[in-house]
């Protein structure tokens, strides 16, 4: 009897026939988004903002592509809410998707367009993101208590198949675009001939590939675990938020709601700052600012919230609470990570390289790291170090990945001194700082996904998702408001009496940031309680 359970509970613990289909249609999808991504700042300032002065020009490319970035882990907001509340997570994926390529086609067309071009961002931003955190948790939606030792390991290869596509899109797409500019004419056998421009190929191609990623998508349909919207709840997360700011308790003062008041006031004076930061800057600080004190108010007064609304769904919203910290934290890191694909490409341009390399596709090396640290990690690190009785639980993982990032940015830091001081650096230096970046980024963004995911109440699983990719959007807030912040000639002339350039302040800048933050992350690591929300088996 006791074998014949067992064995049962074996046969459950089966992969989902399904899971290819996701896998596939990720794949292709990052091809698309990092084939586009990794050109864009190249593109910026060889093409379309050669009417600028250089150096306004680098300043314009990085600010264009942070912005671009904030919008892309900004809209995982309303992709979230649309699924949760009214379309499902397939539904909202598949029709978004369809944006996304219009987007792709907005970029190839309009590659001499300002307008037209920043239109195509806009719809990538939009399409890309609404998608992101719903992929990811349609993926966990697969699952039940039955097989969820499996989670993981697709979580893995979910990354690794990520980083599969942009391994090839990192290799491909600069040397499309430096190859085919600034025009390549095609023949046919002699029947069919035309012109493209180098830009047209090199952002036409990620489009084409996210036309198949939406049709693979599209076929699995039938075979997909359809978890339908929740309906209308009083006890949601806003519900419950609103009843702890507004309830009045005989005897006790309205702290956590005066904070929480403060948080829009500051919000709405942050719209001031639009001149100097921007209006996509601007906003996203008002959103921090919200989130930030109202969340303090909340946590304040959620007690009152007890009795008007189900103990379940009060310590739900304090988990959430809980959760947002974490992310909160892991912030500095995405400020360090996404500019690898900005800060070091410049850096890059300043080094030493073949004349057939292009300085972008030096990130090649990111997603090759990546599919080769994920096995090495579970196979190799993670065993050995449990055998020696160091257990890399998920949120030591995470605290350890912010503090490699740090590490990273000291290195590119003293690389960017040595340049400043005339020394002739080939572009092999960057080899060290990807690999120790590349190892934080396994660390925090694989345990991530997976941390997000099982930590998210049931209701709130897409909207948690994206609060995970909201971080992203706030680490490259953070690039913004620094870069703004060295335009003042005061901080320009504080910065050179130090001796050193503003490129190379802002690196050690930011590599103090990210080991400030692992140290705060290992503090409140230290009591967090971990929760186990996947579904239960039908």
């Known amino acids: 009897m006791t074998q014949s359970v067992a064995m049962d509970g074996a046969d459950k613990a089966r992969m989902p026939k399904q899971i290819p289909y996701i896998i596939a249609n990720e794949g292709c999808e990052r091809f698309s988004f990092y084939g586009m991504r990794n050109i864009l700042v190249t593109f910026l300032t060889t093409s379309l903002l050669l009417s600028m002065p250089e150096e306004m020009r680098k300043d314009m490319a990085k600010e264009v592509f942070h912005t671009f970035v904030i919008g892309v882990y900004f809209f995982p907001l309303l992709g979230g809410w649309l699924a949760d509340r009214y379309f499902g997570k397939y539904n909202t994926v598949f029709w978004l998707s369809l944006v996304y390529c219009c987007g792709h086609a907005c970029l190839a067309i309009f590659e001499d367009s300002r307008n037209g071009f920043y239109t195509g961002l806009f719809l990538i931003a939009l399409g890309s993101g609404g998608i992101k955190p719903l992929v990811t948790s349609f993926v966990g939606d697969q699952f039940d208590q039955t097989n969820r030792s499996l989670a993981q390991k697709v979580f893995d290869g979910f990354y690794w198949i990520i980083n599969f596509g942009s391994f090839f899109a990192s290799l491909l797409m600069p040397y499309f ?19 493209l421009t180098g830009p047209s190929i090199a952002f036409g191609i990620p489009g084409v590939l996210m036309l198949i990623a939406t049709v693979v998508f599209w076929t699995g349909r039938t075979k997909y675990v359809h978890v339908p919207p929740a309906p209308r709840d009083p006890h949601s997360f806003l519900n419950v938020v609103r009843t702890a700011l507004t309830t009045n308790a005989p005897g006790q003062a309205k702290t956590g709601y005066f904070i929480a008041v403060a948080g829009v006031l500051l919000a709405i004076g ?5 001149p100097k930061v921007g209006i996509v800057a601007a906003l996203c600080l008002a959103l921090v600012l919200v989130m930030g004190f109202g969340g303090m108010g909340t946590w304040m007064q959620l007690e009152r919230a007890r009795g008007i609304h189900p103990d379940v769904a009060v310590d ?12 909160a934290l892991v912030t500095p890191f995405w400020s360090l990570f996404d500019q690898k694909a900005s800060t070091w490409v410049l850096q890059a341009d300043q080094m030493t390289k073949p004349s057939w390399f292009a300085s972008s596709q030096m990130q090649a090396l990111n997603p ?3 599919m080769l640290l994920i096995p090495f990690n579970n196979l190799v690190l993670y065993p050995f170090l449990k055998r020696k009785g ?3 639980t998920a949120l030591r993982r995470m605290g350890t990945g912010i503090a490699f990032s740090g590490l990273a940015w000291i290195v590119v830091g003293f690389m960017q001194v040595a340049i400043d001081g005339g020394n002739a650096l080939t572009i092999t230096w960057q080899i060290l700082p990807y690999a120790l970046l590349t190892f934080g980024e396994v660390l925090v963004s694989t345990t991530g996904l997976e941390f997000a995911y099982s930590q998210a109440p049931l209701a709130m699983k897409g909207v948690i998702m994206s609060f995970w990719n909201l971080s992203v959007t706030i680490g490259n807030l953070w690039v913004l408001l620094a870069n703004s912040s060295v335009k003042s000639e005061a901080v320009t002339e504080q910065i050179k009496s130090t001796g050193m350039s503003v490129t190379a302040f802002q690196m050690f800048f930011f590599a103090g940031f990210a080991l400030l933050a692992a140290f705060l992350f290992a503090l409140y690591a230290r009591g967090y309680t971990m929760q186990n929300n996947y579904r239960q088996a039908k």
Do not use: A, Q
Not at 316 to 327: A, D, H, Q
């Open 177 to 195: 675009l430096k190859k085919f500019s600034p025009t390549t004419t095609f023949d046919i056998f002699g029947v069919l001939k035309f012109t």
């Open 270 to 274: 942050s719209m001031f700052l639009i």
């Open 316 to 327: 739900g919203v304090r988990s959430v609470l809980r959760i947002l910290v974490v992310f």
């Open 368 to 370: 090759m790291l990546v």
């Open 390 to 392: 160091v257990e890399l």
